[in-house]
Nanobody, 124 residues
Framework: QVQLVESGGGLVQTGGSLRLSCAAS????????MGWFRQAPGKEREFVAA????????YYADSVKGRFTISRDNAKNTVYLQMDSLKPEDTAVYYC?????????????????WGPGTQVTVSS
C-alpha cells in the first residue's frame, strides 16, 4: 500500500506557473507508475500526465502538452507536476495517483491509490 499527499496548489494569474508535489509513503515508490489527474467543478476527473517507474517515459494529455512537465525523484519518494503558461481552464482539483499497472496509464480506473487533491485556481 502507498499513501499519497499533494501540495503546491494555489491561486495564480493567467500565464503564471505552479509546481505541484506528491509525497508518497508506505511502500516502494519506485514500484509504481505515477499519474496526475484533475477534476473541474461539474466535470469528470480527467488524465493530465503520467510517468513510468524509472522516470524515463512520460505521457501527457493533449490539453497540457508543452505546458506541463511531470517528473519524479525516487530517492525522495516524490512526483512533481510543473505547470507553466497556466490558463483559466486549468482550474481544478489536482490529484496524484499510483498504479502497479504498466498499461492503460491514461485511464482513471487503472490507478489504485489516490491522494486527497490540491486546488489550483487560475484567474483571468
Amino acid at each position: 500500500q502507498v499513501q499519497l499527499v499533494e501540495s503546491g496548489g494555489g491561486l495564480v494569474q493567467t500565464g503564471g506557473s505552479l509546481r505541484l508535489s506528491c509525497a508518497a509513503s508506505g511502500s516502494t515508490f519506485s514500484s509504481y507508475t505515477m499519474g496526475w489527474f484533475r477534476q473541474a467543478p461539474g466535470k469528470e476527473r480527467e488524465f493530465v500526465a503520467a510517468i513510468n517507474r524509472s522516470g524515463v517515459n512520460t505521457y501527457y494529455a493533449d490539453s497540457v502538452k508543452g505546458r506541463f512537465t511531470i517528473s519524479r525523484d525516487n530517492a525522495k519518494n516524490t512526483v512533481y507536476l510543473q505547470m507553466d503558461s497556466l490558463k483559466p481552464e486549468d482550474t481544478a482539483v489536482y490529484y496524484c495517483a499510483a498504479t502497479e499497472s504498466l498499461l492503460r496509464i491514461r485511464v482513471l480506473s487503472a490507478y489504485t491509490y489516490w491522494g486527497p487533491g490540491t486546488q489550483v485556481t487560475v484567474s483571468s
